[in-house]
């Protein structure tokens, strides 16, 4: 266990949220262990952060129905950003339709049009290689969704190289910083900025598990980021921060609710401040209570963040 990240200047144009939001492994560790009748944790999580990343989209496109809903259990500051479906970015053997991308933006429209989409992911696999075929893919992705807020997410170095770079800037696209387990081939921890939205993804560093071929979706994604390592990515984002209009961070390390304590802890040292911290998280992780503010709050309060734009 760590002890509570050393607060920063404060920045006022950062987001920060986990990825994801539906995790049974979270009950008890950042939900209610027993969530009474009628419990969302949609809205239980937008009470202690502004954003959340949408990971359901990569699976399947979002219905337009889905999309409202998240809108009135948030309030009307808090921001969603989606991954693109990864029928445009895994299944690259084969050219997607009209239909099929008029599915997805429709998905997307309510969100769009109260405001509240910070960005759309387009992540790709480590084998999405810097070469031509994946720069020609880009342009596809570019000549479809390029009205939407796009950032990218690559995982191999070669996309390191200026040639690279230059395909991801010249298309439009934004630039995911990412943290991963460190290899040869993985690119680093970086504070690049390609377009007006910056974003952070940090994954964790369990490398064992992550190159493992049987390790389950759990296992690669559990890791709790030390005090030492999180300075670390402040400093990152403090960077991207002034380099961007606006930006977003969010902690992929899901596992046993490891993604919210660590966002918390990120998200006291940008604000300057101590925040709300769940009962449970603070019985889950007790070094939070480092960063927790003083007041008292029942598990049904709704907690106010100081974000700009509330």
Known sequence: MVPGVQKSEAVSNVRVG???????????????????RGFD?????????????????FYRPPSPRSSASWLRRTPPSF?????????????????????????????????REAGRLGAVLVQFPWSFRAEADAYRHLEAVKRD????PLVVEVRHVSWMGEEALAAVRDGGFGLADIDQPASRSAIPPMSLVTGPVGYVRLHGRNREAWFAKDA????????LYREDELEEWIARIHDIARASERTYVFTNN????????????????L???????????????????????????????????DHPSA
């Not at 389950?216 to 890791?223: G, L, P, S």
């Open 18 to 36: 986990p990825s994801g939001w539906s995790y049974p492994d979270w009950a008890g560790r950042f939900y209610p262990v027993s969530k009474p």
């Open 41 to 57: 944790e949609l809205e239980y999580l937008a009470r202690y952060f502004d954003c959340v990343e949408v990971n359901s989209s």
């Open 79 to 111: 921001e969603f950003t989606f991954k693109l479906f990864q029928r445009f970015t895994h299944e690259r053997q084969r050219p997607w339709t009209r239909e099929e991308v008029d599915e997805y933006k429709r998905g997307l429209e309510p969100v």
């Open 145 to 148: 969704f390029g009205d939407l």
């Open 216 to 223: 389950d979706r759990d296992a690669r994604y559990n890791y």
């Open 254 to 269: 899901h596992y046993r609710g490891q993604a919210p304590a660590n966002a918390l802890q990120i998200l006291s040292a």
């Open 271 to 305: 604000r300057g401040r101590r925040v709300a911290v769940p009962a449970p998280m603070l019985e889950a992780f007790p070094f939070l209570e480092s960063i927790a503010a003083e007041e008292d709050r029942s598990p049904g309060e709704p907690t106010l963040f």
